[in-house]
């Protein structure tokens, strides 16, 4: 049962474009979101989050849009760099588990052409 | 500040095989997390520990278990390996573990089983 789907595997962008990449999730109970990016050979880096109480978060050319009723959450990216290239992973957690434990999509490759 | 490190950082086991898998967590971060990631599947919650206590607990059968010792370094073991155990384990620290301390992600061990 996968509870956070990211249905793009992939996308490619132009340099200074939008590059949209989407989540949806299916369990009510998550209230804090994270997007987290990941180049090969490494581990994912966090990017930025939101929590349920907000419907958008804004952190430099990053912003994150929460829509509550549908289930859905996407990351903004503007401009679009070729040093954004990677995997993005949507992540989610429940605060009655605690906290640490995150339910992360499939991650979706975006690829920035110059 | 040195960054989460994960030891070994590749691996080759023979199914039946058991091993080891070690993290070291950020100075001063006391919760360790631990993630198995598959081609198409995300990252999946193994186990997180926090004090030398398992505190919450994913989906995975009894053959994955951990521990975390007194300095917060943890360690993850998977007897009786199977094929579909090939994957990157990744382990995430953070300060206590709750829903608004960032996660940070070591670069893995890649674990091949033949």
């Known amino acids: 049962d996968q509870q956070v789907k990211q249905n793009s595997p992939s996308l490619s962008v132009q340099e200074g474009r939008i590059s949209i990449l989407n989540c949806d999730y299916t369990n009510s109970m998550f209230d804090y979101f994270l997007w987290y990016k990941k180049y090969p050979a490494e581990g994912p880096t966090f990017l930025i989050s939101i929590s349920s109480i907000k419907d958008k978060n804004e952190d430099g050319r990053f912003t994150v849009f929460l829509n509550k009723s549908a289930k859905h959450l996407s990351l903004h990216i503007v401009p679009s760099q070729p040093g954004d290239s990677a995997v993005y992973f949507c992540?989610?957690?429940?605060?009655?588990?605690?906290?640490?434990?995150?339910?992360f999509g499939e991650g979706t490759q975006l690829t920035v052409n110059p | 500040k040195a960054g989460v490190t994960q030891t070994p950082r590749y691996l080759i086991k023979t199914r039946g095989q058991q091993v080891t898998l070690s993290c070291s967590p950020i100075s001063g971060h006391r919760s360790v997390s631990w993630y198995q990631q598959t081609p198409g599947q995300g990252l999946q919650f193994l186990f997180e520990?926090?004090?030398?206590?398992?505190?919450n607990k994913g989906n995975f059968p009894g053959r994955f278990s951990g521990r975390q010792f007194s300095n917060s370094r943890s360690e993850m073991n998977v007897s009786t390996l199977e094929l579909g155990d090939s994957a990157l384990y990744l382990c995430a620290s953070s300060l206590e573990g709750r829903t608004s301390n960032e996660q940070f992600f070591g670069p893995g061990t890649r674990l091949t089983v033949l």
């Open positions: 992540a989610a957690s429940a605060k009655e588990t605690s906290g640490s434990r995150l339910t």
């Open positions: 520990y926090f004090s030398e206590t398992q505190r």
